[in-house]
């Protein structure tokens, strides 16, 4: 709220100056870019971008793309933007006036510093202040990122809720990304067929299909799907530059939170089968009770570290057990 507090503010004092007013200028700087976004230095920004007196709209994001950040985010909110403005060039852009930008720290430390802004990327829009395509509310806004619009198609059906356009992202054919997922089907095809061939799966064993079981239940309920699906990055970093684990939101996920989930709930399931297979076939009650006691002292204190996890996310649940 700060944020678009102080460019509202910058907006109402450069309306009516005149900043801003030429398309064309800021037309030049994206053709200089291949993507077709411009890249901004913080001059070119409060002029062509913030003044409220313009006729064309800006979507512009603020982030940190050098390598000394470390901000994985950032490069992955950067290709989205890139993609969606490569389509947008491709399409002609002849529906509307609409250019897209970048400002990055080190090009805009000083009005990063006085919004405010403790936290990035961000992605802002800028709407035509006057003119065929100005809005209602002519104020910058920020477009909310989620696992939906961090990546291009998500961003680009947003975008085109908003200016009310059809925007559509032009994603890369990856033919490596199709090469190697053939090679691998054809592996697992080509290791089924010797195995139908020489192996009889019903001398497995009920061991080996119960830890295949367990394995393909961990997959499907730690979240590895939906990082398949949305690609997020795989840590976070807090302002400090320090590790983030977990998202702050449901929304939202990192890689490693995968990794951290799927290997509580797998602890969870060595618990119940040890309670379940061996532990009475431990001698002598004394003996049974306490490994029993170890077992199910062990499986409440992981869960009560998934619980946390899960209210970390959650704020308002209101049940936890043992850990806050």
Known sequence: MRLLAGLALLCLALAGTGAGQSFGQLQA????????????????????????????????????????????????????????????????????????????????????????????????????????????????????????????????????????????ADMPIDFAKYAVKAAAIAGAAYASLLAYRHINLRMLGRNVWAVATITFVLLMTSGFMWNRINTPPYLGQARSGDAVLFAPTQSQQFGVETQIVATGYAACALCVVLLVRHVPRVSGAEQRTLVTFMVVASMVLVYSYLNSVFRLKMPGYPYKLLLP
Not at 88 to 100: D, E, I, P
Not at 131 to 146: F, I, Q, T
Request: net charge neutral; glycine share 10%; with cysteine.
């Open 29 to 168: 700087l994206c053709g200089k870019d291949k993507d077709g976004v411009a890249q901004l230095e913080l001059s070119q920004f409060m002029k062509h971008v913030v003044s409220e007196d313009k006729d064309y709209a800006v979507v512009v994001q603020l982030t940190a793309l050098s390598p000394r950040y470390k901000c994985d985010t950032c490069h992955v909110v950067d290709g989205a933007l890139r993609a969606v403005s490569r389509g947008w060039k491709k399409s002609g852009g002849t529906q509307r006036r609409l250019a897209f930008g970048t400002l990055d720290v080190e090009d805009g430390e000083e009005l990063f510093q006085q919004m405010g802004i403790d936290k990035i990327p961000r992605v802002m829009i800028f709407p035509a202040g006057k003119g065929p395509e100005a809005m209602a509310n002519p104020s910058p806004r920020e477009m909310k990122l989620s696992a939906r619009t961090s990546n291009a198609e998500g961003m680009a059906a947003r975008l085109s809720e908003l200016f009310g356009a059809e925007i559509k």
